[in-house]
């Protein structure tokens, strides 16, 4: 038992020094005895963890997605009202962006397509899946209009979270992220709720905190 | 001056050959000598125009930022509204990325930031700049609400749509660009345009076809 719990210590630390490497160089860039040695283990012990680059990059991404849905998963027990559950979602994972090495590498590595033979998908698919539930239950809560299309609505909030973290962390290092996301929810508010819970519903943004 | 235009076919040919193997093998994966193939030119008629894939990527994103930004000056000379020219220059865009392969790769290398030491700023910052200018002009046409915040947004519709482009590009091979294209405009306009002018204007997604 404390040789599986020492085994599963040392991978977690190949992923995080993974990730610092791959955040720092570039997928492209990373070599297999930087992530050693950013990780404290010999280029021996990695090998016997995971077998080449594209495996490392692969784990950093599932921790990655692991670490944002398991936060979002805390999101959704405080059984909010589902439109706050989007904003405090949104909140959750720009916090993780600024702070996380292992989320910073692995929202890059998803969103730089050309790493791979074939591009990742399934966090996508899981985070389209859950804002399009969630907006189903908005409408029926009464806070966002029954005229938006909820699969459109996910659809468009997922991919534009997307790009948002994608320009801060050009732009900006990541330094303004939290204040950006909050931005893309004062602009989206007064199109999605109904008008007449526009005014109780705008402070809504400030779930956003301006800072991590 | 015939000679000299022969070179610039041949300085253009390789531009082209470039985004096509970049778009296909990616940054890291492409190598001069596919490019040169993919050119149809020698590596030494390559390396007398560029020196490294460095400067070929940046090359590139050069070629789509002036093909791009050329064809929304187009869409300026017709004079609409600015709201509209807003919606047509999303069309552009996203036409040229259904079609034209050295603007897919050229965005493409633009977004994925890791393969450059410096990343790439300053196509967003014109593409800031120029909606930042629009919004303000639709907002005096009484087309965007005067609360509306039009440097809010423009830093939110550039990042989104850059988010709509890459996701459309991950999940659906850019099928379906267009038609994502239509649907980030029929979320924004309800929370954008005046209460009063909704009915009017919301035809105005219309202006983005549903396939190039």
Redesign the interface.
Known sequence: MAQQARAQATRDAIIRGAATV?ER?????ASIADIAAASSVTKGALYFHFQSKDELAHAVIQQQHELSFSAGATVLEQGRPALESMLLLCASLGRQLVTDPVVQAGI?LT?????FER???DP??DWLNMFEDLARRAIEDGDIAPA?DPE??A??I???????Q??????AGRADLLQ?IR??W???????VP?ERYESLKGLSGLIPAAA
Chains 1, 2 share one sequence.
Request: glycine share 8%; no cysteine; net charge positive.
């Open positions: 791959f160089n570039g997928y492209g860039l890059r969103t730089e397509v050309s790493n591009p990742i998908t996508y698919r938006v459109m609505l659809h468009f997922i991919p534009a979270y997307t790009g948002v994608l320009v801060s962390a050009t732009l950006r931005e893309m004062i602009v989206l508010l007064p199109g999605i008008a």
